[in-house]
């Protein structure tokens, strides 16, 4: 069975610190892996991944996949209290056009 | 403003009717996508369409029904056979396989 896991759960920091989020997937056909950002409703776009080794960057985040290690982490630098969210992690399967998310990461910035 | 929308915002609803939940995308979009969200869980695939007039089911397809007789639109319909309705309804849209998906602001269906 198609899965993917996140780790930690939830996760509380203060304003400043670097934190690392963690998705790890079991798959038939991995075709992307896609990170999201849900604040309140609607998951907005983050990242997505289809090589391994090859880091994506936006601003204080940044994303890279390791194919070898089936897995991927999210690093968010210098956190801010509007970085507080959910963090969704999701695989796309090759064949069969769809997407399995994890659970997500519940992230809690304090200020 | 190019989007996804759907509607209601909240739902409540008795046990044993069926409820219909709406979903509309102005991006031209060829695939749309229902999830469902519940506390812990995740996002759960309930249904997706790669084009007009036809749809596949995911993974947690018994209880709803879809259709898709136009592009922009994708409505899902939550029938009573639906054990545990009451959740948070995501619709999704994306323009084929390999892109990201857009989702729109969600619909809260609780059942008593």
């Known amino acids: 069975e198609d899965k993917v896991v996140q780790s930690p759960l939830s996760l509380v920091v203060h304003e400043g610190d670097t934190v690392t989020l963690n998705c790890s997937y079991e798959?038939?056909?991995?075709?992307?892996l896609l990170w999201y950002k849900q604040e309140k409703k609607a998951p907005t776009f983050l990242f997505m991944l289809?090589?391994?080794?090859i880091e994506k960057k936006s601003g204080r985040l940044s994303s890279i996949l390791d194919k070898k290690e089936l897995s991927s982490i999210l690093n968010i630098t210098a956190t801010q209290t509007g970085d507080s969210a959910i963090y969704l992690c999701a695989v796309e399967v090759s064949g069969e056009s769809k997407y399995i998310f994890g659970t997500g990461t519940r992230l809690k910035v304090l200020a | 403003d190019g989007g996804i929308t759907q509607s209601p915002k909240y739902l409540f609803r008795k046990e044993g009717q069926n409820v219909t939940l709406s979903c509309e995308q102005n991006?031209?979009?060829?695939?749309m996508y229902w999830y469902r969200q519940d506390p812990g869980q995740g996002l759960r695939l309930i249904y997706y369409?790669?084009?007009?007039?036809?749809?596949q089911k995911g993974d947690i397809a018994e209880g709803y029904s879809v259709s898709r007789e136009k592009k922009e639109s994708f409505p899902l319909t939550v029938t009573s056979a639906q054990k545990n309705p009451t959740a948070f309804y995501l619709c999704a849209s994306s323009i084929s396989r390999q892109t990201e998906q857009y989702f729109g602001p969600g619909t809260r269906l609780t059942v008593t």
């Open positions: 991006l031209n979009h060829d695939a």
């Open positions: 289809t090589s391994s080794g």
């Open positions: 798959v038939t056909n991995f075709r992307s």
């Open positions: 369409s790669q084009i007009v007039n036809d749809f």
